[in-house]
Structure formats: structure tokens, C-alpha cells
């Protein structure tokens, strides 16, 4: 190899090496020392811990009033009647019993749940949509 590329390329890995020391430095110092330009009057983090916050419930106790005619999705679970049987509000097949899922409705729109089983008779349950959980157990 000639003299000159082999010193080039030494001065290049030098150079590469120092590159890479630098830039290392540079991020420890940012990490060690962060910016604050600007943020002069900003307040200090304090070190007392946070005070835990209460936990929210899933199901809040306390269903909030709606208006009626305000669009809704309410849960839906029937657990009464015979197993795959047909589960139907207002017409629409929603699926088979034991059933749990979401529909979407109206605030004191008339709901009408039929549950049709393969074989025998039909029962229909006149219910109001609210926000909440329908069930019929």
C-alpha cells in the first residue's frame, strides 16, 4: 500500500475515533446538564412525592343525566332464555344468548328485546334506553 493512502487512512480512524468521543461527551453533558434557556422562571420540580390519586371505578355508581334524544351506546346483557337463542332489539339481530355486547340508541327512545329461541315461543321485553346496562336476567 502506498505511504500516503496508509497515513490517510490512520488519520482518518483517528479522526472517526475523535468524532465519536465528542459526539459521546456531548450527549452525557446534555443528560448531566439539560438546557434551561428560556425556562429561567420556571418552578422547581418538587421532591416530595405525589399524592396518589383515587382510583376510578370501571362502572361509575352514579349514572350522569342525560337529555333526552342524546345518543348513547349502551352495554347489553341477556342471560335469560335458552342457550343461542336469537337476541333482537328493535328488529336487529345483535346475536345468541347468553349475550353480552353494545348497541347504540337514544336517551328514552322505547326498546323493544326479543329473544327467539330455535324452537318454541318468542318473549319480548319493552324496555327505555338510558345510559348504562341494560340486562334481563
Same mark, same amino acid.
Given at each position: 500500500?502506498?505511504? /500516503?493512502?496508509?497515513?490517510?487512512?490512520?488519520?482518518?480512524?483517528?479522526?472517526?475515533?475523535?468524532?465519536?468521543?465528542?459526539?459521546?461527551?456531548?450527549?452525557?453533558?446534555?443528560?448531566?446538564?439539560?438546557? /434551561?434557556?428560556?425556562?429561567?422562571?420556571?418552578?422547581?420540580?418538587?421532591?416530595?412525592?405525589?399524592?396518589?390519586?383515587?382510583?376510578?371505578?370501571?362502572?361509575?355508581?352514579?349514572?350522569?343525566?342525560?337529555?333526552?334524544?342524546?345518543?348513547?351506546?349502551?352495554?347489553?346483557?341477556?342471560?335469560?332464555?335458552?342457550?343461542?337463542?336469537?337476541?333482537?332489539?328493535?328488529?336487529?339481530?345483535?346475536?345468541?344468548?347468553?349475550?353480552?355486547?353494545?348497541?347504540?340508541?337514544?336517551?328514552?327512545?322505547?326498546?323493544?328485546?326479543?329473544?327467539?329461541?330455535?324452537?318454541?315461543?318468542?318473549?319480548?321485553?319493552?324496555?327505555?334506553?338510558?345510559?348504562?346496562?341494560?340486562?334481563?336476567?
Amino acid at each position: 500500500m502506498n505511504p /500516503t493512502l496508509r497515513k490517510l487512512a490512520e488519520a482518518s480512524y483517528y479522526l472517526g475515533a475523535a468524532l465519536v468521543a465528542v459526539v459521546a461527551f456531548r450527549f452525557a453533558f446534555a443528560v448531566i446538564y439539560p438546557r /434551561t434557556v428560556g425556562k429561567a422562571d420556571a418552578p422547581k420540580a418538587s421532591t416530595a412525592p405525589d399524592a396518589p390519586r383515587p382510583a376510578r371505578s370501571a362502572v361509575d355508581a352514579r349514572p350522569r343525566e342525560l337529555p333526552l334524544g342524546e345518543p348513547v351506546r349502551m352495554r347489553v346483557v341477556v342471560t335469560r332464555g335458552p342457550d343461542r337463542a336469537e337476541v333482537r332489539i328493535n328488529g336487529g339481530v345483535l346475536g345468541n344468548s347468553p349475550f353480552v355486547g353494545e348497541t347504540s340508541c337514544r336517551v328514552g327512545e322505547a326498546l323493544v328485546v326479543e329473544l327467539v329461541p330455535v324452537r318454541g315461543q318468542a318473549q319480548r321485553f319493552d324496555r327505555k334506553c338510558e345510559a348504562g346496562v341494560l340486562r334481563i336476567d
